[in-house]
């Protein structure tokens, strides 16, 4: 049982540090990546190499949506393989990263807009291992995992996520992972593997998201259904999208932004991920 001692000692090895960890928004596209050396892969190994080591990380993945908010409390979370069809090499992996239920309570406690609950059931499904095991493969940092209330809209994720941003001045990475454009339906399986093969409805938006991200544009990627039919193509459903709105909320106001991964998949996929700070 996690002690109050305990948990003053973690609360006090986050002190507040000068500089401010990043906040990432990574489109995590197939289960794949997660044992893939790709591009997409050597980049997440590059970022874990660049970016300060952090304290923990905490993602917020397209792929636990809950009633309510709820936050991964237990000491190991397990990895959860959340998907079909994919060689059992990709089931065989386990990434045994600790959790931190001291971390999970604090963050609990900063989110005052909502009750957030500890939860002990889930851990972390492809969303948040695929990408965390090659930024840091060691599994030595502890990594937790935020749910998307589905049943709110764009504007309460993003003014929920503003609430984490003290987080960042502890050294806590926050991730949300998904996908710009994700449409599965209407994926190319054929040309899957054709280097930036991307319908032009894909490419419009993917670049007119990128410009509204660059300007400082939240309100109109808040309100992404009233870009037009793009859009609606790109947004099918909402869960891939939400993470995207929890990194754009965290942005201060002296955070550079950048992107990578910049690539179309199937048509109608985009892997473009965001670095902000």
Do not use: C
Not at 101 to 123: F, M, N, Q, Y
């Amino acid at each position: 049982m996690t002690t109050l001692s305990a948990f003053n000692r973690f609360t006090d090895s986050l002190s507040e540090q000068e500089q401010l960890m990043p906040v990432l928004f990574i489109g995590h596209g197939s289960p794949m990546n997660g044992i893939l050396d790709n591009e997409f892969s050597q980049k997440w190994k590059q970022l874990g190499k660049e970016i300060p080591t952090p304290k923990a990380v905490l993602v917020v993945s397209a792929h636990w949506l809950s009633k309510g908010t709820r936050i991964t409390g237990m000491d190991f979370p397990k990895t959860i393989h959340d998907f079909g069809g994919f060689p059992q090499e990709l089931f065989d992996v386990q990434y045994k990263a600790p959790g931190s239920p001291e971390l999970a309570k604090e963050t609990a406690s900063i989110i005052k807009s909502t009750a957030v609950e500890l939860d002990h059931d889930w851990g972390l499904d492809h969303g948040a291992w695929t990408i965390i095991r090659h930024m840091y493969p060691e599994a030595d940092i502890p990594v937790l995992q935020l749910s998307i209330d589905y049943t709110k809209g764009p504007q309460y994720h993003y003014d929920l996520s503003k609430e984490l941003a003290g987080l960042r001045r502890k050294g806590v990475l926050i991730v949300g992972s998904g996908n710009m454009v994700h449409n599965l339906r209407m994926v190319d399986w054929n040309k899957i593997n054709e280097p930036e093969y991307g319908f032009d409805w894909a490419v419009q938006i993917n670049t007119n998201f990128k410009d509204l991200i660059r300007n400082g544009s939240h309100d109109k990627l808040i309100k992404y259904e009233q870009l037009g039919k793009e859009a609606l193509l790109a947004v099918p459903t909402p869960e891939h999208y939400w993470p995207l709105l929890y990194t754009l909320g965290l942005k201060g106001s002296n955070d550079a932004v950048s992107f990578f991964n910049d690539r179309v998949v199937g048509g109608s996929l985009t892997m473009t991920s965001v670095k902000i700070g």
